[in-house]
């Protein structure tokens, strides 16, 4: 406050100054409108500019002022120059507004606008010397009303009625400024047209400033406004624009006599079958609908009886249903000239018979046709099939020259394409008789196995009867049957045979209609044994290790030997001058063997260590003559 008692003496002299400035040297820029919502911030800019370039002020002084709405007095909110600024206090204002400048504008910022801030607002520019201006802005303020409300009127609406009725009611309310109100039928705009259409409208303005708008439509309808959907829109002002929003749709009841009556079936959907529920749906175009009677053409002096006034229900039906169905207001006394009729068709499938019945017996080579055949109201597809897999198509199945796998249960299955849930179907059990026939191609199996090992010789055999397996094994007494197992078609039979020696089994397959045999012949092979696993990798190895070693064992010897001859340890057998002989060897240094047998191994390596070489004087011990008493010259072994 004091910053303010200080600078105000010197604004008001400039102010002074102002009255003797020329108004014509500042030209001065606002906006004619500023649109804002309800609870936004608007700004409204005032640019101004001196035309007197040589002479522009070094001081300028902005004061802004508001004009109240209905009132022709200004009240001044701001005043100040770019160096400082002062919002005045005890207003509308104090605490919302401020004002930022620059040489050439000030713009006024109001936060937080409500609806009373609509009102004029003026910048006054005071450059002293060099000239004032004023320019002004309306502020405009916009809140959007909320979505419309339609109601339409409950009771129904007769189109005997002479003058327009009440239709319905919309509203729209909390808007500013006041939103309009337009009727729409099927999306058409409504126009007030006397005795035809006429629209009431009631505007109210709260407290709060804000406006609610109710609007009425009076309606003079007709039959086709059954059908008809009644809508309203709100239109409203915005920010450089104008918005709508549409209420959603409404039907009115309209009121009118039957002249038409329609009959149809509601459900199922499709085609009908035997054990459905069927729905017939009578329907008028009068309005409020009347009750209905229903008949058969055949009996029309039998009424049906229905628990609904508009739907007969049918449950179950059967073929003895399917006919021509009518229905009458019951009103109305003249039959013949309102009523509806439709025709009910209730479709069938008898089950399916085939024949041969249940089983059927035949001979292995023989032929066979089976039919299978199921009499419906629609045309019909027929498959047969063996253990899930399809074998044939058609009402007619045809088995040639039959075999074992001949045998087994055939389902034929009848189904109607238009009508799915349609289907049934049959079956036939075709046995084939025969004699034995043993599964596999090898009627005689021959194998190698080593002694006192236990094999499993296994014989599978189909037929009808079933066949009876017996075994009959020779050259082993230590054998028993482990598997037995038999159907209505095939016999299983597995043995374990202790080898001992070769054996000769045979399996017979047997029923009443001959018999089969599968032959087994068994070499036995004696087994082999060793006294421990070898490898032949890890056996390589230990050799080398034990043949480096001799030879080091060999060289250390031979060392030893040279230095003791050289100092006389060991004497000679001659005297005199000694002759160095060398041998050459008939056999190799070192010979190595690999084989299985330990005993081998070892005999292996004592002959590697030792060597293979013979001196002369070996030999002379192998001829039996005494050795030369001349004392050889000792190497080291290489």
């Avoid at 009255?19 to 919502?37: C, I, P, Q």
């Avoid at 006041?178 to 505007?203: D, E, H, M, Q």
């Avoid at 629609?378 to 897999?389: P, Q, R, S």
Wanted: charged share 20%; net charge negative; hydrophobic share 35%.
């Amino acid at each position: 406050m004091a910053l303010l008692r200080r600078t105000f003496p010197t604004l008001f002299l400039h102010f002074c100054l102002l009255n003797w400035s020329a108004w014509a040297k500042v030209e001065l820029t606002m906006h004619k409108d500023v649109e804002v919502y309800l609870g936004e911030s608007a700004q409204i800019p005032c640019q101004y500019n001196f035309t007197d370039a040589d002479n522009e002020p070094s001081f300028v002084m902005i004061q802004w002022f508001v004009k109240a709405a209905g009132n022709s007095a200004r009240k001044r909110i701001f005043y100040g120059d770019v160096s400082q600024q002062i919002v005045d206090n005890n207003t509308d204002y104090s605490g919302r507004i401020e004002v930022t400048s620059d040489q050439q504008e000030a713009q006024l910022t109001i936060r937080d606008v409500q609806l009373n801030d609509e009102r004029e607002f003026f910048c006054q520019v005071n450059g002293l010397a060099a000239g004032n201006a004023e320019g002004k802005t309306h502020l405009r303020v916009f809140a959007p009303p909320e979505t419309p409300v339609i109601e339409g009127v409950l009771p129904g609406i007769s189109i005997t009625n002479e003058v327009p009725s009440k239709v319905a009611s919309c509203e729209a309310r909390n808007g500013f400024p006041k939103p309009n109100i337009t009727w729409y039928r099927n999306g058409l705009p409504l126009v007030s047209a006397p005795g035809y259409v006429n629209v009431l409208i009631l505007v109210t303005q709260q407290s709060s400033d804000f406006y609610s708008v109710q609007s009425t439509l009076e309606y003079k309808v007709v039959k086709e406004d059954k059908d008809a959907h009644f809508s309203c829109e709100v239109s409203f002002f915005v920010p450089g624009a104008i918005r709508t929003v549409e209420s959603h749709s409404i039907n009115i009841t309209v009121h009118y006599p039957t002249t038409m009556v329609e009959l149809w079936k509601e459900s199922p959907q499709g085609l009908v079958k035997e054990g459905d529920t069927v729905a017939l749906r009578c329907q008028g175009d009068g309005n409020p609908l009347p009750s209905f009677i229903f008949n058969r053409e055949q009996e029309l002096d039998v009424d049906l009886e229905s628990n609904n006034a508009e739907v007969l229900m049918l449950s179950p039906v059967s073929r003895k249903d399917s006919g021509i169905y009518q229905c009458r207001p019951l009103d109305n006394n003249d039959y013949a000239e309102v009523k509806g009729e439709m025709q009910l068709t209730v479709h069938y499938l008898d089950p399916a018979v085939v024949v041969p019945k249940d089983s059927e017996f035949m001979l292995k080579g023989e032929d066979l046709t089976a039919t299978c055949n199921a009499l419906s109201s629609l045309d019909t597809d027929t498959v047969w099939y063996k253990n899930g897999k399809q074998v044939g198509k058609g009402n007619t199945l045809h088995l040639k020259d039959a075999t074992y796998e001949t045998t087994g249960e055939y389902i034929c299955e009848v189904t109607v394409p238009s009508l799915p849930a349609l289907h049934t179907s049959g079956s036939v059990n075709i046995i084939v008789q025969g004699g034995p026939q043993l599964v596999g191609v090898e009627q005689e199996v021959q194998m190698e196995e080593a002694t006192g090992r236990m094999v499993n010789l296994s014989c599978e055999a189909q037929g009808h009867p079933v066949p009876i397996i017996s075994w009959n094994i020779i050259g082993s007494q230590n054998w028993n049957e482990v598997v037995s197992k038999a159907n209505e078609h095939m016999t299983h039979s597995v043995v374990s045979v202790k080898v001992t020696s070769d054996i000769s089994a045979s399996c017979n397959a047997s029923n009443d209609m001959g018999t089969e045999v599968k032959a087994f012949s068994i070499r036995a092979i004696p087994r082999v044994t060793s006294a421990a696993p070898f490898s032949p990798a890890e056996g390589s190895g230990v050799i080398i290790v034990v043949i480096i070693l001799c030879l080091l064992l060999l060289a250390i010897l031979g060392s030893v030997l040279y230095f003791l001859h050289k100092k006389g340890k060991i004497p000679c057998g001659r005297s005199g001058k000694q002759e160095i002989t060398k041998e050459k060897t008939t056999k190799d240094d070192i010979v190595v063997e690999m084989k299985t047998n330990t005993k081998n191994e070892e005999a292996v390596l004592l002959k590697a260590v030792n060597g293979d070489k013979k001196g002369p004087n070996d030999q002379s011990m192998a001829d039996g003559t005494p050795p030369s008493t001349e004392e050889p010259i000792g190497e080291p072994a290489q």
